[in-house]
């Protein structure tokens, strides 16, 4: 998860639905600490799912690296599916299952 002057963090993002990504989906993640400061985000082209990300931060901006939690969202013309709950970094790779939140 961490290298000696960056933390990064990898993981992707995904839902249930069997339907094809349509063109132009954009997935918005950020990893956020637990009282909700914003350390990294990115946006990503995702072209199907999962769609991987990779977060990187400085980590003198890491108070609690062991505490890190993820917001993610998939916007498509479709809908939007999203997080209903911040979900924990675990691991080497974190999977983030993403709920329909609008039609």
Do not use: C, H, Q, Y
């Not at 637990?34 to 890491?62: K, N």
């Amino acid at each position: 998860m961490a290298s000696e002057n960056v933390l990064t963090v990898t993981g992707s993002v995904t839902f249930r639905e069997r339907i094809a990504v349509p063109p132009g989906a954009v997935a918005t993640v950020k990893l956020v600490d637990t009282e909700g400061e914003v350390l990294a985000a990115t946006a990503i082209e995702a072209l199907g799912v999962p769609a991987e990300f990779v977060l990187r931060v400085d980590p003198e901006f890491v108070s609690a690296p062991d505490d890190l939690l993820i917001w993610a969202a998939l916007r498509t013309d479709v809908g939007v599916w999203g997080t209903t709950d911040l979900v924990p970094v675990e691991g080497e790779s974190t999977t983030v299952l993403l709920t329909k939140i609008d039609d």
